[in-house]
């Protein structure tokens, strides 16, 4: 079996969510590498999580930190191909680096969607992926057509707005690259209610 589409998991913090989404072939593992964030995971239990693992690739996921630290931080984490930053004053200092960069925007209005479309084609220029969240913009065509219009002009990994029932016809419809969905903490070690990122990820399966 393989997915649909493209699809990234954020934070990443335990073996049983990475070796769900591992098997069911999803692109990208996003794992929190700042101390004071609820998710983060040191370098020894990311090696411990990611030997389990093959064919997948793997973020380096940050909120605020420095690129200078944020450099420092990967030399602890080599297998890290990806770098995720919410701070677009950040990606110049990163764009000539070993990694690919990808720059997660939340959105409050259509207006921020609109903002990010006028600067999408430098995204492209800089092969920057554009991850997209928001808690309170709804999925209507004027936002699908917005989505559709910036995803014409640059790669883009949509994180709310959707589930199982609906995501692919967003995809379809927006014509994004792909999806992000976010991991979660254990019941207890081993125990994990996969339900909703299980639903999601299901219903993209198709026959290889």
Same mark, same amino acid.
């Given at each position: ?5 493209? +699809? =990234?998991?954020? /934070? ?19 794992? /929190? ?7 983060? +995971?040191?370098?020894? &239990? ?20 420095? #690129? ?9 984490? #080599?297998?890290?191909?990806? %770098? ?7 990606? &110049? ?18 207006? $921020? ?5 006028? =600067?999408?084609? /430098? ?19 004027? %936002?699908?057509?917005?989505? &559709? ?6 790669? +883009?990994? @949509? ?5 199982? $029932? ?22 207890? #070690? ?6 909703? @990122? ?11």
């Amino acid at each position: 079996m393989a997915l649909q589409t493209f +699809v =990234k998991i954020s /934070s990443i913090n335990n073996l049983s969510d990475a070796r769900y989404c591992s098997g069911m072939q999803v692109n990208l593992m996003g794992f /929190s590498l700042e101390e004071n964030d609820k998710n983060f +995971v040191s370098p020894t &239990k990311f090696s411990e999580i990611t030997g389990w693992l093959s064919g997948v690739e793997f973020v380096g996921e940050f909120t605020y930190t420095h #690129p200078d630290r944020i450099l420092e931080i990967l030399q602890e984490y #080599p297998e890290i191909q990806y %770098v995720e930053i919410q701070e677009e004053f950040y990606l &110049k200092m990163l764009v000539n680096t070993k990694y690919r960069l990808i720059l997660k925007q939340k959105l409050e209005n259509l207006e $921020d969607l609109v903002e990010l479309t006028k =600067k999408a084609d /430098s995204y492209s220029d800089f092969n920057i992926i554009l991850h997209l969240s928001s808690e309170t913009l709804k999925m209507n065509k004027a %936002v699908i057509d917005q989505i &559709k219009e910036l995803s014409a002009h640059c790669e +883009v990994l @949509l994180g709310f707005g959707f589930q199982a $029932d609906n995501v692919i016809p967003i995809v379809e419809q927006t014509g994004i690259k792909g999806i992000s969905l976010e991991g979660g903490n254990e019941i207890k #070690p081993g125990l994990k209610d996969f339900d909703e @990122l299980a639903d999601v990820l299901e219903s993209l399966e198709t026959e290889d």
